[in-house]
């Protein structure tokens, strides 16, 4: 397997308050890596500190062997390798749908706009938006605003996708098209690291599944290791739980 990320004893404080503590793991191209945990348990931190959202305190970053945390790393080109879906669409009110996914080609990329459009055209029909190019922002559900922002991210060719919680801010109505959309993604091949709360869809699509408890993992494996034959107490504890209230 080819090691796409390495996460080398990541550590990340706020203050006083530790909320990553050597934090080890590798993402592998091709791969869709799943996090679950408590709110609060570092999970958001992990996936902005691996995009440098948040600089870590202490520990690296290895994006293809290379440490992204040294000095002199050129970290606005490492940046743009990581596409990044966060909890809100942040989509462009004042731009159309096709704008919002070909602005950051052309200032970022430098591509031509021909090119860009093309590009974004081809996520947009990938996602299942091709008929809203002409649209807003503000003509759309929350579910297609979100699918939007997955093609806008798509549309600047990552190497990696890092997913944050998406369907977190959604009504219950619009989450199955986010994820469906999630799914289709994840057997094309592409490298996803997805932040999710969403316990069957996590089982569905994982490779590997990481458990996160007080800033640390508690416990890592596929899919039917962690939900089936969970070794921690308190990976057991938090699966009662959540698919009790599911």
Do not use: W
Not at 15 to 20: K, P
Not at 40 to 49: A, E, H, P, Q, V
Not at 115 to 125: R, S, V, Y
Request: some cysteine; overall charge neutral.
């Amino acid at each position: 397997m080819t090691a796409m990320i390495e996460i080398n004893h990541l550590k990340k404080s706020f203050g006083e308050n530790e909320v990553l503590k050597d934090i080890n793991v590798t993402v592998n191209k091709g791969e869709v890596l799943t996090i679950i945990g408590s709110s609060g348990s570092g999970k958001s931190t992990l996936l902005r500190c691996i995009n440098l959202l948040e600089k870590p305190t202490s520990g690296a970053i290895l994006y293809k062997g290379e440490n992204v945390l040294t000095k002199n790393y050129d970290l606005p080109k490492y940046r743009t390798h990581l596409g990044m879906v966060f909890q809100s669409f942040n989509l462009f009110n004042n731009m159309n749908v096709l704008e919002n996914c070909v602005s950051g080609q052309v200032t970022v990329l430098k591509r031509s706009k021909e090119e860009a459009k093309k590009i974004a055209i081809e996520n947009l029909e990938k996602v299942g938006m091709g008929r809203y190019v002409s649209a807003k922002p503000a003509q759309l559900s929350g579910g297609q605003k979100q699918r939007v922002a997955i093609a806008r991210s798509l549309s600047m060719n990552p190497d990696v996708m890092l997913f944050d919680e998406p369907t977190s801010a959604l009504d219950p109505e619009m989450v199955g098209e986010v994820l469906l959309t999630m799914k289709a993604l994840a057997e094309t091949g592409l490298t996803m690291v997805i932040v999710t709360h969403e316990m069957g869809f996590a089982r569905d699509v994982s490779d590997r599944v990481i458990f996160m408890d007080k800033g640390v993992i508690a416990e890592e494996g596929t899919p039917e290791d962690i939900f089936v034959h969970p070794k921690e107490e308190r990976t057991k504890a938090f699966l009662a739980r959540v698919l009790e209230t599911n």
